[in-house]
């Protein structure tokens, strides 16, 4: 909800300029010309002697893009996409200086950028709302907004390597080439760093060199670029329709038009994913091999079957087998590190005069005057390349001494890793924002497209301000965090983690351990800021002379693979539930419960039948693999009372089976509107009642039962808890409600806030107790047992809950009232989950750590 009021104390004073930009690369570049458009005066501050960001640095041997010329460049000017044609797929470094050199001469930028000066220091002056700049000229500068444009991989890392700078011979780093080249012809060198500017240059530098020794600490996978003249049939693809085509490059995963794959690499037979791998080995692109198939970023055993097919490759291309098996990556998924794109780098390696050094096997101990030394031998070297990387994302941000409200540094700040909403703006640094920042796709895409983006939603939004006569514009920290945690939640469900990457801050002695870019796709991406601002800049404090409007919220709470599990369901088009009859709402359960993932190998499942209150329930058990006997769980289906059988959950009871090493015996019950209530509860109670005379036949451990259900299903097992107390007996040793239904009031706030949108709806909740119960039954404490007068002398209870769940504020109070009845109870809350997550085994991933507390739990009930 937007508040507004007046805010007559503060003041906005008069910048020298509107807008500092930072940076004259491709983003700089296009914000001057975008924002000198919009009439805004804009000044760029650039360390380089001239235009081009980190073509203007990265001048070593072999540097080209990595994503196609024709997707790598700008979309915003139309008559360049005809007035340039790039000569190669992948264009070289010097073509793409060109380029930015030819747009920034087309578009007169260069008068607006003031280069070879860094600027070191930015100072929020809350008295006139400005920032105050200082270069490293000793020049000061104001202006309202300040535009970070300084680049992902821009900030070369501190060498890390025992001494550098006694070396006597030349020293080369990849990101900072001499202007006029080098010429390696006969001398003795030495690369290290196999990233991919080692991938890159070593070939290159080896068609010079008399002797080449690469030193290698961990092998990345490369994929052959086949370079050459532009593909005519992409060409053709996109000529006359160049609008079209980037419109589906923005609203792609990755920034590049292409279809990803439909299914798992594991879906498909042997021969189908070697074509596939076959295909994309010869297609050499990125983003199309990454996404041949759905599941290669977030399943491992996925991922395993493309990182095995590019081993193959590097070993029937490198003719020496120990040096074959020295550069086959091992220890992390393909692409969790970023995917090398080359040129006969794994033929490089059988010339005679290039040698592979393992840095795993014998390390550099240190650099000496005439070469490098390491563990087990002394190299002697004319010239040492260091292709060593970069502090990637922050590194060139936090360069400049940035200091915002209340003096407090951004520095400081990010010392536990970077904190933005969207990965564009950061709170208590208003009118500061981040191009292509930590926290946006950036680095996981087409940068083009990415700068792109980021630059229009900057321009529209400074534009929004001016025309509301606002000046000022920052993101709330509960915005702040939710973006945060939403980034971490994104990178969770994914492989990403798993890898030592410059992603994760990981190749910068000290730098925080997190996932710094957004890996939900461009596409996701891009709707979600649109989103911000037609939700009226969501998340956002915006101020102007005399006024301030807060809005705060959280954009994404819900988990992503929750989200799309929620799209996927949406996609059908099917009716809801509550507007089909029960035998066709049966069905479709039916049929959704055939379509998911099977859930993880249980040692046994037994189909049986045993007694209920008036005649035999089917039962399913599973049985856990290690010896037994186990203990036993009883548990209850859910589906309303009316919908579902002993397999409905299936999964989920296989994954039980194995957190808990429990026997679980899913056991059936009688269904509504044909059994109405009490009928559910009567056969829950004989069934446990069965199970606990018959434990030792089952495989169970007497007097180990314990009871457990999913919604309806926890509302059996709750009131068989009641029952069983009252009747004496059997002992239940522990109760586990996976957001269980415990009473009938439809008023409490989770049904109001939850009501449409998360699968459960408040509709539905009305069709099943419509079914179920009549108005008078539904108070009676075995269809509520919330309702219950007396709570004292259950078993111990772990009630867990999910934040998107109309039965969210009942399984909560519920689990409250067993507290204070003197029930020892654990309450389980699942952030950004709805009602159906947790039965969503290996579909909603962020589930499993809940699941597996749920092991725990019923270790512990057995346990005591
Ligand atoms: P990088 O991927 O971080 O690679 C750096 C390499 O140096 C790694 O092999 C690293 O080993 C090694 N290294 C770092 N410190 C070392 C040390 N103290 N001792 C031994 N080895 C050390 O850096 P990059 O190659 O410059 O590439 C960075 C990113 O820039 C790329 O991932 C890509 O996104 C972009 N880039 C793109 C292109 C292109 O094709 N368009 C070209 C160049 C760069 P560890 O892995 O063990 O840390």
Redesign the pocket.
Known sequence: MTTEKGNGDSQFGHPDVDVVVVGAGFSGLYLLQRLRSQGFSTKAFESAADVGGTWYW?RYPG?????LSIDYSYSFDSELETEWQWSERYATQPEILRYLQHVAEKHDLRRDIEFSTRIESATWDEKTSLWRLRTDQGNETSCRYYVMATGC?SAP?T???NGVDRFGGATYA??RWPHEGVDFSGMRVAV?????????SIPLIAEQAAELTV????P?FSIPAHNGPVDPKKLAGKEGRHAEYREAARWSFAGVPGEPGEKGALQASGEERQAVYDRVWDTGELIATVTSFNDLLVNAASNQTIAEFVRGKIRSTVNDPEVAETLCPVDFPLGT??L??DTNYYETYNLPHVRLVD?RKTA?TTITETGIDTDSESFEFDAIVF????D?MTGAIAAVDITGREGATLRDKWADGPKTYLGLTIAGFPNLFIVTGPGSPS?MSNMMVSIEQHVEWICDCLEYLRRDGLELIEPTKAAEAGWEQHVNDYAGITLFPQA?S?YMG??VPGKPRVFLPYIGGVDVYRAICDEVVSRDYLGFTLEGPGKTRLNDGIIRPVQPDVTLVLQAIESLGLPPIEEMSVEDARAFAATMAAERPPGPEVGDIVDDVLPGAVGDLAYRLYRPASPGPHPIVAYFHGGGWVLGGPDSDDPFCRDLCVQSNAIIISVDYRHAPEARFPAAPDDGFAAVQWIAENARNLGGVPGQLAVAGWSAGANIAAVVCHMARDAGGPEITGQMLVTPVVDCDFSRHSYVENADGYSLTTELMHWFWDHYADPADRQDPKASPLRAHDLANLPPALVVTCEFDPLRDEGATYAEALAKAGVQVRHLPCRGQIHMSLMAVDMVVSGAAARAEMGVAFRQFFDA
Do not use: E, P, Y
């Open positions: 990265n540097a080209r893009c990595d994503i991989l890392k060498l890390d390597v990849t990101s290290i760093g196999t990233g991919s500017s080692g991938v890159q030193f290698q600490r961990t990345n590190k970023r090398c794109l840095l550099i292709a060593t990387g970069f990637a680095v030592n410059w990981a190749n």
